[in-house]
């Protein structure tokens, strides 16, 4: 269900997100946790299921996020190192989604990755 919740996969149906949902293993996070480092190799994407997580870039806050938001998806893409910090402010509850298996997918299902085009031209418009 919080796939569905998430903008990168708001558009799809269950029987497209299936997969995503078969892929995607279940992490949870103390508050203070660090889920991903700046600097660090982007490995996974992430979708929040529960709770809410601080974005810092450089040790500025950017902004919170909470359920349904999606991280990671630049790096995962690129393979560039990732942009920001991400903690656990409160016990978190996340999706992740392994950079290999979700390279396939894409290459398996025109839906998602039609999906990830409608995302990052939304970053390219200014509007996510």
Do not use: C
């Not at 529960?50 to 790096?75: P, Q, Y």
């Amino acid at each position: 269900v919080v796939l569905r919740e998430a903008p990168l996969f708001g558009g799809l149906s269950g029987e497209e997100l299936y997969p995503v949902g078969e892929i995607a293993e279940i992490v949870t996070r103390a508050p203070g946790d660090v889920v991903v480092r700046q600097g660090d190799p982007g490995d996974a994407l992430f979708v929040v299921a529960k709770g809410t997580l601080r974005v810092k870039k450089d040790d500025k806050l950017l902004h919170e996020i909470g359920r349904g938001a999606v991280f990671g998806e630049m790096a995962l893409l690129d393979g560039a190192p990732r942009a920001a910090t991400v903690e656990a402010v409160t016990e978190a509850e996340l999706l992740r989604v392994p950079r290999g298996e979700f390279e396939a997918l894409l290459d398996e299902s025109p839906e998602i990755a039609r999906a990830v085009i409608r995302l990052l031209l939304g970053y390219v418009r200014g509007k996510s």
